[in-house]
């Protein structure tokens, strides 16, 4: 199992703004964020693929 991998500030400042932002979002705009954040991670894993492939 690989060690996990630790944000960086800046990153930790972020989630801490996203954090707060979040809390004010009904249920259905709270399943829409989700879902866009699960398509987006899914694009990003098939481009990391497509490049290591290429490597």
């Known amino acids: 199992m690989e060690k996990p991998v630790n944000l960086?500030?800046?990153?930790?400042?972020?989630?801490?703004?996203?954090?707060?932002q979040?809390?004010?979002l009904s249920k259905e705009q709270a399943q829409e964020f989700l879902l866009e954040l699960f398509r987006q991670m899914m694009v990003k894993d098939n481009?990391?693929?497509q490049l290591l492939k290429n490597v």
């Not at 960086?8 to 707060?20: P, V």
Request: charged share 30%.
């Open 8 to 20: 960086s500030l800046e990153q930790q400042f972020k989630l801490q703004i996203l954090r707060e």
């Open 22 to 24: 979040v809390k004010t």
């Open 47 to 49: 481009l990391v693929k």
